[in-house]
Every structure is written in structure tokens, then in C-alpha cells.
């Protein structure tokens, strides 16, 4: 089983709403990712979460927030976002992020749920 | 800064032609690369993994091939058909410890015409 599940798969928000987008796998893996993903370009990555904490921010706005609740699931908090903020939200995970030296690569292969289509109103 | 380009931007061909899509990235200190494809308004699927330390890999009717000296990634089809059409991306890791991610590049567009 290969599957990285989204929920929703669309939403409709205003600007003051406040909202949680979530991802889960049932993987074992120990790294989770947000990206986001507007038309026609590629996934921009926004999180990285390993081992149930924090360990990339790419700066993003604090409008949106993640939370790591247990290596299963990852959510994405939205509050006060703006009409720009309307993409696709895609959840990732990987076996692994701080990868050892050596051994196979299969570890770092991403896996990715079918997204999140995001309208911000 | 790692910079990765995907040459056609779109590719339009008949089914069954084999083709080939291309990959360059700016940095060839790579921890490896993986090819995606994403359906209209879904996720990426990945289709093949190549660590920094091979030169090829294969799966099915997809072929994919690494040259890190001169960072360039190529990734065959053969036998092209309509259930092929999608967009192909190909993402680069730099670093194997915390802090390295995946850049991607712009994608292909790929349309198999029945």
C-alpha cells in the first residue's frame, strides 16, 4: 500500500474562515511534507515534517500552520488566507528524511496524496 | 542555487511512437532524481528513482537515464499510448541529511494522440 490520503479533496473558504486541510499514510514513514501547487507550475515545497517535528519552514506565512499529531497524520491549519493563497495543496512522505549514508534509495521516494483544490474567495 | 529545466515545455505525438523527454539541472551535486507524473488537477505519482550513483533505471515501458558530469536526465517511452498523456516532472535531491528537498522542474506536457 502506497497510499497518501487527502481530505478534503476541494474547499471553498472565505477570508476570515478558518479551516484544517489533512493528510494521512499508513506507510511507517517518518516524513511528511506540505507543498503547494499552482496552475501549470510545479509543487513548491511550504513543510517538512521528520519524526513528528518541524524541521522545514520555507518561510511560509503564518496563515497557514502545520501540525504533526502522530506519524500518521499531518494537517494543515488555514486561517485569514487571501484569494492568492487558491492552489492545489499537495501531502507527500518518504521513509525517511535525514537519510543515512549508504543503502538503498528507495527511502527517498516521495509519495503523494491526490491534493487538496483550495478556492479562497 | 540549484536551477532544473525540462525541455519541451509540450510534446504532441501519435500512439505508438517511442519518445523522449529531457532534464537539466544546474548543480551536479545530486543525491539522486525521480521522475513524476501528474494527472490534470492530481497528485504526482513517482516512476522512477535514479541515485546519484547510477546511470539508469527501468520500469516497464519507461526508461530513465542519468549523466550527473553533465547534469542531464532523460526519461524514454516506448510505445507511446493515449493513457500516457499527462504532465512528467523530474525533481532533483541535493544532500542526503536534513535540509536537502526536491527542485523541481517546469514539466512536459504529454498528449498521445489515439
Known amino acids: 500500500d502506497t497510499e497518501v490520503t487527502q481530505t478534503p479533496k476541494h474547499l471553498v473558504m472565505g477570508m476570515t474562515n478558518k479551516k484544517s486541510l489533512k493528510c494521512e499514510q499508513h506507510m511507517g514513514h517518518r516524513a511528511m511534507y506540505w507543498y503547494k501547487q499552482k496552475a501549470k507550475k510545479p509543487p513548491e515545497l511550504m513543510f517538512v515534517y521528520s519524526y513528528e517535528k518541524l524541521s522545514i519552514n520555507e518561510s511560509v506565512p503564518s496563515r497557514f500552520s502545520p501540525e504533526c499529531p502522530n506519524s500518521s497524520l499531518l494537517n494543515l491549519h488555514l486561517h485569514a488566507l487571501q484569494p492568492e493563497d487558491s492552489a492545489l495543496y499537495l501531502c507527500a512522505s518518504s521513509q525517511d528524511y535525514l537519510r543515512l549514508a549508504g543503502g538503498p534509495g528507495a527511502k527517498n521516494i516521495q509519495y503523494f496524496g491526490a491534493g487538496t483544490r483550495l478556492s479562497v474567495l | 542555487k540549484q536551477e532544473v529545466t525540462q525541455i519541451p515545455a509540450a510534446l504532441s505525438v501519435p500512439e505508438g511512437e517511442n519518445l523522449v523527454l529531457n532534464c537539466s539541472f544546474t548543480d551536479s551535486a545530486i543525491y539522486n532524481l525521480q521522475w513524476f507524473r501528474q494527472d490534470p488537477g492530481k497528485g504526482l505519482t513517482s516512476l522512477l528513482l535514479i541515485q546519484s550513483s547510477q546511470r539508469e533505471q527501468t520500469s516497464g515501458r519507461l526508461n530513465a537515464s542519468l549523466d550527473k558530469s553533465s547534469g542531464r536526465s532523460t526519461l524514454y517511452i516506448a510505445a507511446s499510448q493515449p493513457g500516457d498523456s499527462a504532465t512528467y516532472l523530474c525533481?532533483?535531491?541535493?544532500?542526503?541529511?536534513?535540509?536537502?528537498?526536491?527542485?523541481f522542474g517546469e514539466g512536459t506536457q504529454l498528449t498521445v494522440n489515439p
Open positions: 525533481a532533483v535531491r541535493v544532500g542526503e541529511t536534513s535540509g536537502s528537498r526536491l527542485t
